[in-house]
């Protein structure tokens, strides 16, 4: 995630950004198709087989032709709806293993079409696919609306915002990873009360971000082997008042289906990421992380992040990178959100008229065995705008 806002905020100066201020958000629909193919992007059903066109999505109407191809609206129909799993009708036994620690890297923020569609979960539950392309809302300055990917999955931030920060800087992708091999700014995921089987309707979870780590047999920081010997240390500003028993991003209530770990996290919790030019925080609303975790439970694959990023939060974050209010690149990143927000920051609140107020974010990682090092003081947070640096080290 290394420079992702810096990228943004000052490396596009001088490109050529007409590509991503202006004309319809996301792929051009197909050609329409026969209902057989109803509900699928870009095949929004016409006049064809109608019988078997409802077939092909779950809210359609045997015998009315094309109608499986524009009745996904609610996300459920034509899209299908991307979710993540459900917590599992089985009773809690209580813990059956010992708290367990997966530390997340390889980090996925580039994603090509059409990567980014399967990135992610639908939020709104609205399928965004023609002919009708449904909506929560409208950006205030988009000519059209940021069309979903498969399953209804709502990612702007993949689809729109990373292809302008890479248009900036191609290796922003293999920055973020590079840090994160090295033990800086992966993330902690640390869990008690898992049974050890496929399903557990209740255990606790937090996440923290790294700052270093000290491989196994050593006393100083340095490359991590990632085979579950290393120990990852975590700053204090990461739990309420220095306490490990009191996490900033925790769920006390999280739970395993199916063998993947369901946390959501707290709305508009700070999650932090340092860049070369400071730290940004990430503060998400209606977010989920998932993760399958192996058989052996050592790693966690196809880790997914998903939520709301407010504008404003996009915004209030920028000076901690010195980008300041009211310069070129702050009404750079106005221009774009003003653009490429595709939902409203708090759930439930679209509908006619209203004025899409966040972007959509998927971000996809891998799960590591390791430990858990412990905390480490926090460095004071600096906001270059304010020409003095702040105390604490944690955004509010």
């Known amino acids: 995630m290394s420079g992702l806002l810096g990228l943004l905020g000052c490396s596009v100066v001088g490109k050529d950004l007409d590509g991503y201020f202006s004309g319809d958000a996301g792929d051009a629909g197909g050609s329409a198709g026969s209902g057989a193919s109803g509900g699928t992007a870009g095949n929004g059903g016409s006049a064809g087989s109608g019988a078997t066109g409802a077939s092909g999505a779950m809210g359609g109407s045997a015998g009315v032709a094309g109608s499986s191809g524009s009745g996904g609206t609610s996300g459920a129909g034509g899209c299908g709806s991307r979710q993540p799993p459900t917590r599992p009708a089985v009773q809690d036994t209580g813990s059956g293993a010992p708290t367990t620690i997966w530390v997340l890297k390889d980090i996925v923020i580039d994603q090509p079409d059409p990567l980014w569609k399967d990135i992610g979960f639908d939020l709104d539950g609205v399928c965004t696919q023609p002919p009708d392309n449904p909506v929560e809302c ?21 689809s729109t915002v990373i292809p302008l920060l890479k248009a900036a800087d191609v290796t922003i992708q293999q920055s973020a990873q590079s840090n994160q091999n090295e033990g800086k700014s992966a993330i902690v995921v640390h869990v008690d009360g898992w049974n050890g089987e496929d399903d557990d309707p209740s255990v606790q979870v937090w996440m923290a971000e790294t ?186």
Not at 138 to 158: T, Y
């Open 138 to 158: 409208l950006a205030e300055n988009a000519s059209g609306p940021q069309r979903d990917g498969n399953a209804g999955v709502d990612n702007a931030f993949g």
């Open 211 to 396: 700052a270093y780590a000290i491989p196994d047999g050593s006393t100083d920081p340095g490359m991590p082997s990632w085979d579950g010997t290393d120990s990852f240390y975590v700053p204090d500003a990461a739990f309420n008042n220095g306490d490990v028993n009191s996490p900033v991003i925790g769920n006390d209530n999280a739970y395993v289906a199916g063998r993947v770990l369901v946390m959501r996290l707290p709305d508009r919790s700070a999650f932090p990421f340092q860049t070369s030019d400071g730290q940004v925080f990430l503060k998400l609303t209606d977010a989920t992380l998932t993760g399958q975790i192996s058989a052996d439970g050592r790693s966690l694959a196809n880790v997914q992040l998903a939520g709301r990023w407010g504008a404003q939060d996009v915004l209030d974050t920028l000076v901690y990178i010195n980008i300041c209010p009211n310069s070129l690149e702050y009404g750079l990143v106005q221009n774009l959100l003003q653009n490429s927000a595709d939902i409203r920051a708090t759930k439930g609140t679209g509908g006619p008229g209203a004025v899409c107020d966040a972007v959509s974010i998927g971000i996809q990682l891998t799960g590591y065995p390791g430990k858990f090092g412990g905390l480490i003081p926090s460095q004071p947070l600096v906001n270059p705008c304010a020409g003095s640096g702040g105390a604490g080290g944690k955004a509010n």
